[in-house]
Structure formats: structure tokens, C-alpha cells
């Protein structure tokens, strides 16, 4: 695994410097692993992907040390965190599992506490991850797409607060969806920020769908991010019809630009194997 940061501009390695003994300080990991930069333009904000190995014998839950890291690195940068403990890693490497078996070859290994090792990583079998993509993203994407039309059917009748859960519904599905085509690995959270953050670096249209950097637009989507909860059981969640129509535009929007750029990707998949298959 690589360990040098020279693809990255002074400004990033210098943050990474700062944010690193940061997150050791903060839950003692096994080793951090960087596998996604964005904010390389003015197009995004400056944000690092990570993946943190905990140690065996780790009590805390993972959705615990990464909201941890994840609070302690915000005001320096947004940092999105995944979080497994080193005999998963280890396992996922030598069965070759996409995710992992990328971050073997092209993850960077930014911190390592040296008590137990990485497995090599396994080639990867792209023709079965091919197939296993297709056929995952063709049931996620499914289902966003009856929760989007459920979404619908109740706006019309007026159940804002049902429609808008419906929508909630569907772009959950619709981000695993993507990230089980990309990376044929599925987060276990509800929460559409984080879900919405694991898909920015694999399309600038995902990034800027729901832009966070003007109160309208993040109240729209904090609008969007509570009715998984609020809509259901809290009287005083309020959304309006236009609110509401916005959502839906970009709820649609999202689940086209997923299907796009997902089939795009099992054909940047299918290419790969082909170039593997005659060398």
C-alpha cells in the first residue's frame, strides 16, 4: 500500500498532517487509510474519504468512533470516515472484494500503530463484480424508484408528510444503489448526509445537487434529512407543497444522474476486464 502523499497539493498535505493526530488522539486506531480526496477545484469544498481500522478488542461501536472523528475534524475539514475493525479489513482484502482490493493498490496508508499487518490484497474478479453490480444496483435503484413513485402518488392527494418520506426513502435506495456499483460496498445508515458524502467523488453532479452553502438550500435538505423520523412522528414537522415539488425535482434528478452514471461505470468495468483478460 502506498504511503506517499506527492499526488497531493501542499494545501492537502499539510491538512492531513493536522487532522491525523487529530483522529489517533481522539480513538486510538490500527491504521487510517486514505481513499478519496475531493475540493481539488473551486468547484467543492476541501474533504478527505477515510477509511479507520480499529484495533481488536475495540468495545466501541463503529458509528461511534466516526461520528467522533468526524465532530473533531469539521471545524479543519469535512471528513468522511468509514470504519472497520482490522480482521474485517483483513478478511475483504484476501477474498478480493472491490473496495478493499482497491484500497490495497491505491489507497494511501496514512497512519499505522504497527501491532497487526495488512493482508495483501486479492486481484479483483471484475467480470463477477460486473455481474454482482448490475444486479445490486438493478434492485436499489428499483426500489428508489417505487418509493419516488409512491412519493408522487401522495403528493397529489396531499399527504405532504408521507410523500416526503417517501422521497427520503428513495434517495437512501438510490445512494446504496451507487455506492454498490461503485464500490460494491453498502454503509449501514440511514443517514442521508454521510450517504450523500460517500458519493460526491463519483460525480460532480452528485456533489452539487444538494448544495449546503446557502440557507435555503440547506434548509431544504435538512427538511429532507428529518422526515425519516420527524415526518412520521412529530406533529410540529411542517413542509410546504413548493418545498415539497422542489424535492421531488431533485429526487428525480438524483435518480437519473445515478442510473447515468452507474452504467456508465459497468462499462468502464466490462473495458477493464477485457484489457485484463488479454494480457
Not at 497531493?8 to 499539510?14: A, D, G, K, Q
Amino acid at each position: 500500500m502506498k504511503t506517499d502523499l506527492d499526488h497531493l497539493s501542499p494545501f492537502h498535505r499539510r491538512q492531513l498532517q493536522i487532522l491525523i493526530p487529530v483522529i489517533v488522539k481522539a480513538v486510538r486506531p490500527e491504521k487510517i487509510i486514505l481513499y478519496g480526496v475531493y475540493g481539488m477545484d473551486a468547484s467543492l469544498p476541501t474533504g478527505y474519504d477515510l477509511l479507520v481500522v480499529t484495533p481488536r478488542g475495540e468495545r466501541r461501536y463503529d458509528h461511534e468512533i466516526q461520528d467522533i472523528i468526524e465532530n473533531k475534524c469539521r471545524i479543519r475539514a469535512t471528513v468522511t470516515v468509514l470504519v472497520h475493525d482490522i480482521d474485517h479489513v483483513n478478511l475483504r482484502l484476501s477474498e478480493g472484494q472491490y473496495f478493499f482490493s482497491l484500497l490495497g493498490h491505491e489507497g494511501v496508508l496514512l497512519y499505522d500503530a504497527g501491532n497487526v499487518p495488512l493482508a495483501p490484497a486479492t486481484a479483483p474478479d471484475l467480470i463477477g463484480i460486473r455481474l454482482t453490480a448490475q444486479k445490486d444496483f438493478d434492485r436499489w435503484s428499483h426500489q428508489a424508484r417505487v418509493f419516488f413513485d409512491s412519493a408522487v402518488f401522495n403528493q397529489q392527494k396531499k399527504e405532504y408528510r408521507l410523500a416526503v418520506f417517501l422521497l427520503h426513502q428513495a434517495a437512501e435506495q438510490i445512494y446504496q444503489a451507487i455506492l454498490l456499483a461503485f464500490m460494491g460496498y453498502k454503509p449501514c445508515t440511514h443517514n442521508l448526509d454521510k450517504l450523500r458524502r460517500y458519493t460526491h467523488r463519483f460525480s460532480i453532479e452528485l456533489a452539487l445537487l444538494f448544495p449546503r452553502d446557502a440557507a435555503g438550500e440547506d434548509r431544504l435538505f435538512k427538511l429532507l434529512l428529518a422526515s425519516y423520523v420527524d415526518a412520521r412522528y412529530k406533529e410540529d414537522y411542517q413542509i410546504t407543497e413548493h418545498e415539497l415539488q422542489e424535492l421531488i425535482q431533485r429526487i428525480e434528478r438524483l435518480l437519473s444522474i445515478a442510473w447515468r452514471i452507474c452504467h456508465n461505470r459497468f462499462i468502464s468495468l466490462e473495458k477493464m476486464a477485457a484489457i485484463l483478460k488479454r494480457e
